[in-house]
């Protein structure tokens, strides 16, 4: 069983900064992949990035790349979403997630946190 926590949402001006951390906890969570999604109402849930466990190497959608950066740090079982350059419709409620396969698929993620708001104002 793996728990995962985010943390860091919070209320930006567009063109700011967030970081958005998730701490998993569990006894093998250092090894699963971490998954950021985001939703906002009445959309459904999508992919933004993520990291595997082994090696570190990141993968992010279009919408991301060069703006959103995810890191890891496996001392203290967490990982990173940092945020730049932010836009009005990156506002969402952001979700981490933990897979034993990476992937970029919803349903691909066992285990889920319970998600943090990001508002981006214009």
């Known amino acids: 069983q793996v728990q995962v926590v985010e943390s860091g949402g919070g209320l930006v001006q567009a063109g700011g900064s967030l970081r958005l951390s998730c701490a998993a906890s569990g006894r093998t969570s250092s090894r699963y992949a971490i998954g950021w999604f985001r939703q906002v109402p009445g959309k459904e849930r999508e992919f933004v990035g993520g990291?595997?466990?082994?090696?570190?190497?990141?993968y992010y959608t279009d919408s991301a790349k060069g703006r959103f950066t995810i890191s890891r740090d496996n001392a203290k079982n967490t990982v990173y979403l940092q945020m730049n350059s932010l836009k009005s419709e990156d506002t969402a409620v952001y979700y981490c997630?933990?897979?034993?396969?990476?992937?970029?698929?919803?349903?691909?993620?066992?285990?889920w946190g319970q998600g943090t708001q990001v508002t981006v104002s214009s």
């Open positions: 997630a933990a897979s034993l396969v990476f992937g970029t698929k919803v349903g691909q993620y066992e285990y």
């Open positions: 990291i595997r466990w082994r090696g570190n190497d990141t």
